[in-house]
């Protein structure tokens, strides 16, 4: 058998095993994954807006799959607190997976206090080890949107506090990227208590706000690349709450900072239309890149939100950042009434931009969860919403049976029982925290989507003997569509290969067509295996294949680093 000799290296040069050849090679894999992004998640899940009765359920075991009765969907209980102890995840804004989801962090809350951050396999939940890092608050810690090793923290106390810190977690090596300290102690502040917040999708504009004195702070942006940093006082005397950190948006062109809208450089730009700019919201990027703010909205627009019937009222509002636009995304029209009390949302799945997960506690009506009436819409629900315009659509998840604020029975503060709902990257799977009907104790539960698979090999691959030669896969679920071209283009000579496949376990079979002319077409297929634990640590792709233009013919794909 032969390995990319003679006519066998057009194949390992131009097969590309994809919906459409010309369309992905001239896009990079984040462009090709989020418009392949078709499959609907809430195809199999309950879309309609009836009262639904919380079924009494006992705790679930841990660690194994059960069918949640109200939807059916697939969860998991991936923690195992005692009496007084909390295990749960960030919530918005930090992701808790990273970019190929092969590692997941968690924070658990002892009884005394004590807060540890818990790294786990990304995959089988299993906890690998506790992170040995300096004080910081939770929001203070972020991964990396590019690589999969690498996070973001400051510390907020001791002496490194203000500092910026890219970690390789799977080293633990730290380098200092910025030092917010300097700028905070000029301008009559700490950096002791200061907040970090999520950077943009390059990894290249962060926001960061200095600890509060006497009800005043400051607001810090950086820009990675060019090494700029630039400040703006906040909290009494101005319009900005001190308690407030610039969050930049995922194309880093703006931030956004207490209903207000800022450039890069935090130059005002204007006022956004909220009625409430303290309430829920999180920055998105959609479909076609244009950067969003969406927010729950349960008062009044000032400006009537560009003419709404409801006056900028609704379960969800959209902010346009690149026009002075506000209108309702979900309300009273989509028969979504007024907005229940503890309503959470997420949008940071930003290799499937389409979706954004929320939780609704429903404090208001926190009696239908043991009273076994049909509860209110939404009320004690996780849920997905599809944030294309033009395709608006719920999906109801799960019921999460946590108590959150109302809780009776908690040593800890009681608001560690909200959800912190949390999405995954490609949106296959959701995170969410719960009492369980006030149980004393707060554990973190996975959904495992329809489009959840062990492996993911969405990524770049090189062909172990022609490093030069990419593949570039794009995955929804088990059903594949990659791209293959080699970086020389002079060794192209135009042969193009158009295929599909799908996994099995740890195999993957694949059809494909090798374009040899424009009229001659010639069929081919390819067994191939999967080695390593799934995800991250899917560590290559032996293809073995056959056609009639090529022959038989092996080679090995390796995850590029």
């Known amino acids: 058998m032969t390995v990319c000799r003679t006519k066998l290296r057009h194949f390992c040069h131009q097969t590309l095993l994809a919906m459409s050849v010309g369309f992905l090679v001239s896009k990079p894999l984040h462009a090709a994954a989020y418009e392949l992004n078709t499959l609907n998640i809430c195809d199999k899940q309950v879309s309609h807006t009836e009262r639904l009765r919380i079924s009494p359920v006992a705790r679930p075991p841990f660690m194994r799959l059960f069918k949640e009765p109200g939807f059916k969907t697939p969860t998991r209980r991936i923690s195992d607190s005692s009496k007084g102890v909390v295990v749960k995840p960030a919530g918005n804004p930090a992701p808790s ?42 929001e203070n810690l972020f991964w990396s949107h590019t690589d999969r090793a690498i996070a973001y923290f400051v510390s907020d106390s001791g002496d490194d506090a203000g500092q910026l810190i890219q970690l390789n977690i799977e080293s633990m090596q730290r380098s200092v990227i910025a030092d917010f300290a300097p700028m905070c102690q000029q301008a009559g502040f700490s950096a002791n208590e200061g907040v970090l917040a999520k950077p943009s999708f390059d990894d290249n504009l962060f926001g960061y ?166 509860a209110p819409l939404l009320t004690s629900e996780i849920y997905l ?22 809780a009776r029975n908690a040593s800890y503060d009681p ?18 925290a719960s009492d369980w009907y006030d149980s004393g104790f707060v554990d973190t539960y996975v959904l495992e989507l329809p489009t959840f698979t062990l492996y993911s090999l969405a990524g770049r691959w090189v062909d172990e003997f022609s490093p030069s030669v990419v593949t570039e896969f794009v995955q929804r679920g088990e059903k594949l569509e990659f791209v293959r071209v080699d970086d020389n283009a002079d060794s192209s000579n135009g042969i193009q290969t158009t295929g599909s496949g799908e996994i099995s376990g740890n195999k993957i079979q694949l059809e494909y067509v090798v374009a040899v002319s424009d009229v001659r077409k010639v069929p081919g297929i390819c067994d191939a295996t999967i080695t390593g634990k799934g995800a991250g640590n899917a560590k290559n792709i032996v293809l073995s294949c056959q056609d009639n233009y090529f022959g038989r013919f092996r080679t090995t794909l390796i995850r590029e680093r």
Not at 386 to 405: E, I, K, M, Q
Request: proline fraction near 5%; charge should be negative; charged fraction near 20%.
């Open 97 to 138: 997976w990273n970019i190929d989801e092969s590692l997941l962090l968690l924070y658990r809350y002892a009884e005394d206090s004590t807060v540890q951050i818990l790294l786990l396999d990304g995959q089988n939940y299993e906890e690998k080890q506790v992170l040995n890092l300096p004080d910081l608050a939770s």
């Open 209 to 374: 706000r200095c600890g509060i004195d006497r009800g005043k702070s400051l607001a810090i942006a950086y820009n990675r690349q060019s090494n700029d940093l630039h400040s703006l006082r906040i909290g009494s005397g101005e319009k900005i709450a001190a308690d407030s950190a610039p969050s930049p948006s995922p194309d880093a062109n703006h931030f956004w900072l207490h209903g207000q809208l800022f450039d890069a450089k935090l130059q005002l730009l204007r006022t956004i239309d909220s009625g409430d700019p303290s309430a829920a919201h999180t920055l998105a990027q959609r479909l076609n890149g244009e950067n969003v703010l969406f927010q729950v909205a349960d008062k009044p627009s000032p400006r009537g939100c560009n003419g709404d019937l409801w006056d900028g009222i609704g379960l969800i509002v959209e902010h346009s950042l690149a026009e002075d636009q506000c209108k309702p995304f979900i309300n009273q029209t989509d028969s979504y009434g007024g907005v229940p009390e503890g309503t959470e949302l997420f949008a940071s799945a930003y290799r499937s931009p389409n979706w954004m997960a929320m939780a609704t506690v429903g404090y208001e009506d926190i009696d239908f969860l043991t009273n076994k009436a049909p």
């Open 385 to 406: 919403v599809n944030t294309r315009a033009d395709r608006v659509r719920v999906c109801r998840l799960a019921h999460h049976r946590s108590f959150g604020d109302a």
């Open 415 to 432: 608001s560690l029982g909200s959800p912190n709902v949390t999405l995954s990257p490609t949106a296959t799977r959701v995170l969410f």
